[in-house]
Structures are given as structure tokens and as C-alpha cells.
């Protein structure tokens, strides 16, 4: 079993839908989670980042974590066809991003004008 | 943010040469660098850490001899890809962080195809 599991999709909506990305985990002692854009042929950059269970929002991001069920989300409103990348979930064992990551698969997101 | 250089952004090669891909830390001192390898919509592998001055961590399963990394500076770190083959073609990529930064970052990642 992965430590990470991300369902790779790919996943293609409409311009203007909700979209809802996630990842499931096995080990409970990840303390630290994280959301990554990659656009192809580039590297990841950061989107959100959250230290405990619930939800935290910027803009039209929501990074969701529920440690007890260990399932992270993260829901995209208003969706863009400029979101069009893959997504990738990591988490680490630290309070910050500065040390070893475990990534997800990635989940290939393409928003349709 | 910060930024971390990564070059060449893509490099062709005959089988059996090497390689050398570079990561500058262009305005902080990137005390520690990651690098990866990640295969088409495969996730990021991580393949070894290494501290400036110090030698690199490889990650199990990863050739040092082969990989090899230097970290001499806090602004530069390398991967060297020796007697390359097909199956090392890949997207390469290095995270670069520093003391007194919250967040390492990314470089813009190396496509190598070994032919």
C-alpha cells in the first residue's frame, strides 16, 4: 500500500464547476499537508498548506484536512481554464515543507471553456 | 518567493555519456537540496538529500554511482547523470531550502532523453 494515495484522473469539467481533488493517507503521523500545481514541463509551486484538521481558504481554493478519516481535500470554485495542470498532494512528518515531502500520484485536472 | 534555477530545462544524449543538471539558489542560501525524478503522470520520486558540505542521502534503490550529487556551495547544487541509458530518460527535478526560509521550492525541472 502507498503511503498516498491520489486518484490520477484524468479529470476534464466545464468552465465554472466545482472541483473537488483528493487524497487519502496511511500513516497518521504526517502532520503537515500540502497542495502542488504542475503545469506540464514544469516544476510544482506551492498552492496551499495546512498543519491540522480543518479548512483553510484562499481565494477560490479550499485545502480541507480530516485527520481522524486520514483524507485531505482540496475544492476549486469558479473553475478556470487556466487550472488546467496536474494537482499533487504531499505531506511530510515536520511543521513545514522545508524537509522530506510524500507526494500523491498527481490528479491531471482539465477545465473545458 | 524564491526562486531555484534549474538548468538545462530539457537535454538530449547518446547512451553511455553523462549528464549534468544544475540548481542555483538565486537569492537565498540553499542549505539543503532535494532531488527527484518523476516518469509520465507518475508522482515525484524522491532520489536523494543532500546538505551543502556534506555528502548526499540516496533514497533506497537509487544508484549513488550513478546519480551523483554535489552540494559545495549554499548556491549551487548538481546531479550528474553517468553512462546514461533509456531508462534513466525522465523529468529531474530539485526542491531547494534554506534556513531561514518556511518553504523550499522547486525548480523549473530537466526533461532528459537518452537515446
Known amino acids: 500500500q502507498k503511503e498516498v494515495e491520489q486518484d490520477p484522473g484524468p479529470l476534464s469539467v466545464p468552465e465554472g464547476a466545482i472541483v473537488s481533488l483528493n487524497c487519502t493517507y496511511s500513516?497518521?503521523?504526517?502532520?503537515?499537508f500540502m497542495w502542488y500545481r504542475q503545469y506540464s514541463r514544469k516544476g510544482p509551486e506551492l498552492l496551499m498548506y495546512t498543519y491540522s484538521s480543518g479548512n483553510k481558504e484562499d481565494g477560490r481554493f479550499t485545502a480541507q484536512v480530516d485527520k481522524s478519516s486520514k483524507y485531505i481535500s482540496l475544492f476549486i470554485r469558479d473553475s478556470q481554464p487556466s487550472d488546467s495542470a496536474t494537482y499533487l498532494c504531499?505531506?511530510?512528518?515536520?511543521?513545514?515543507?522545508?524537509?522530506?515531502?510524500?507526494f500523491g500520484q498527481g490528479t491531471t485536472l482539465q477545465v473545458k471553456p | 518567493g524564491a526562486v531555484v534555477s534549474q538548468h538545462p530545462s530539457w537535454v538530449i544524449c547518446k547512451s553511455g555519456t553523462s549528464v549534468k543538471i544544475e540548481c542555483r539558489s538565486l537569492?537565498?542560501?540553499?542549505?539543503?537540496m532535494f532531488w527527484y525524478r518523476q516518469f509520465p503522470k507518475q508522482s515525484l520520486m524522491l532520489m536523494a538529500t543532500?546538505?551543502?558540505?556534506?555528502?548526499?542521502?540516496?533514497e533506497q534503490g537509487v544508484e549513488k554511482d550513478k546519480f551523483l550529487i554535489n552540494h559545495a556551495s549554499l548556491t549551487l547544487s548538481t546531479l550528474t547523470v553517468t553512462s546514461a541509458h533509456p531508462e534513466d530518460s525522465s523529468f529531474y527535478i530539485c526542491?531547494?531550502?534554506?534556513?531561514?526560509?518556511?518553504?523550499?521550492?522547486f525548480g523549473q525541472g530537466t526533461r532528459l532523453t537518452v537515446v
Open positions: 526542491r531547494g531550502g534554506g534556513i531561514s526560509n518556511t518553504e523550499a521550492f
Open positions: 543532500s546538505n551543502e558540505g556534506s555528502k548526499a542521502t540516496y
Open positions: 504531499a505531506m511530510s512528518f515536520g511543521s513545514s515543507n522545508t524537509g522530506k515531502l510524500i
Open positions: 537569492d537565498f542560501q540553499a542549505t539543503t
Open positions: 500513516n497518521s503521523a504526517f502532520q503537515y
